[in-house]
């Protein structure tokens, strides 16, 4: 423990909000860009299909799944795909943190569908093998809010009867995800890519267009949601064409940082770039005795969002350690999200950089000090 500030980073750090990126905005960039023109235009149109492009080559993703650009973030999107798919046949709802637990509310109270719900704790896992995939599943692969994550998808079936629905905000860009199980996946720009809020991303299998076409739900379909007409996809979704009006800045905002991943090596130096993340911040952990992770089991713990026990904290401390921190501009949002047990939250996905990271660790032993004094 010391009493002596650390040296401030030349950026600060962040936790699971907006992350810092390295990618700048240059006079060339928006001189190309689509600002201030329509979504509509032949350049508004050809920059929102550039990005879809983007995010299916970054992603790695199979020509068999389409990707869409919806409104409403990640909660939008997974809205999206529950209100329009969900009902066809029985569902198992799996929650583990605070968001998970949101589709659990949503199947239960709002579309009442009587579903299955498995739970566990903040820092651990439901048990997976016992998932019943006669029915549709919804899941996170990356618990924001309590930094559990699916192992991998071993224990999705290839056969499965049921959809696979994957809330995969606080994943994609940084974890290795076998599109060959997955359905349905959504995410928001604002997590790995560090982008702007507001817009979410659909990505749906072939499975999921079929059960599109072929499903009609009992209840009223917002004009947002709405993904077929005729018994039939709307292709314009997936290919720039969007539902409703798009910030042209948050789509230029979000190219910039994947021809950024894209010039660093694509997906594999982007998961790379997290996982260093992680392990830094994993031996500031062993390093302090008063450290522990949230995550006791390391094969389900993330590395994107990284959540920290404190001995003896509580609410209050975590509260006074946070601020600390952030009125000498060393560290911003780290303490835990308001429903998980105290602690922090580090965020280390793939646009923060590792030395970053590294210089976090003494600036934790300084707050320490302060208030363990």
């Not at 401030?8 to 907006?18: A, D, H, N, T």
């Not at 549709?136 to 224990?155: I, K």
């Not at 979704?237 to 409703?244: A, L, Q, S």
Request: contains cysteine; charged residues 20%.
């Amino acid at each position: 423990m010391t009493d002596t500030k650390p040296t401030l980073p030349e950026r600060p750090f962040f936790s699971s909000g907006p992350c810092a990126k390295p990618p700048v905005w240059t006079p060339e960039i928006i001189e190309t860009a689509s600002l201030g023109r329509s979504h509509r235009s032949k350049i508004g149109k050809a920059r929102l299909a550039y990005c879809i492009d983007l995010m299916r080559e970054l992603l790695e993703l199979p020509e068999t799944h389409r990707i869409g650009i919806v409104p409403g973030s990640d909660t939008g999107a997974f809205e999206m795909a529950m209100w329009t798919m969900l009902g066809a046949r029985p569902v198992t709802t799996l929650a583990w943190e605070s968001f998970g637990q949101g589709w659990v509310t949503d199947a239960v109270k709002q579309l009442k569908i009587d579903p299955t719900v498995m739970t566990a704790d903040y820092g651990e896992i439901p048990d997976l093998s016992a998932v019943d995939w006669s029915n549709d599943v919804l899941f996170t692969w990356n618990g924001t809010t309590s930094g559990v994550r699916v192992p991998n998808a071993d224990w999705i079936p290839e056969t499965r009867e049921g959809l696979s629905f994957a809330d995969s905000t606080s994943a994609v860009f940084a974890q290795s995800i076998d599109w060959t199980k997955i359905d349905v996946a959504t995410f928001s720009w604002q997590k790995v890519l560090g982008g702007e809020g507001g817009h979410g991303v659909l990505i749906l299998g072939p499975r999921a267009v079929e059960r599109l076409e072929s499903y009609t739900p009992t209840w009223p379909l917002p004009k947002v949601f709405r993904l077929t007409k005729g018994g039939k996809l709307i292709e314009g979704v997936f290919k720039g064409e969007t539902i409703n009006t798009p910030s042209m800045l948050a789509v230029e905002d979000a190219i910039v940082s994947l021809e950024w991943a894209k010039q660093i090596g694509g997906a594999k130096a982007m998961k790379a770039r997290a996982d260093a993340n992680a392990a830094a911040l994993n031996k500031i952990v062993e390093d302090r005795s008063w450290l522990g992770h949230l995550v006791a089991d390391p094969a389900i713990r993330s590395n994107t969002s990284v959540c920290l026990t404190v001995e003896g904290a509580d609410t209050d401390f975590i509260k006074k350690f946070a601020k600390l921190l952030e009125d000498e501009g060393a560290a911003f949002d780290i303490a835990g999200y308001r429903d998980a047990p105290a602690g922090l939250r580090i965020w280390c996905g793939a646009t923060v950089n590792t030395a970053d990271i590294e210089a976090l660790g003494p600036w934790l032993d300084w707050a320490w000090a302060q208030l363990s004094a």
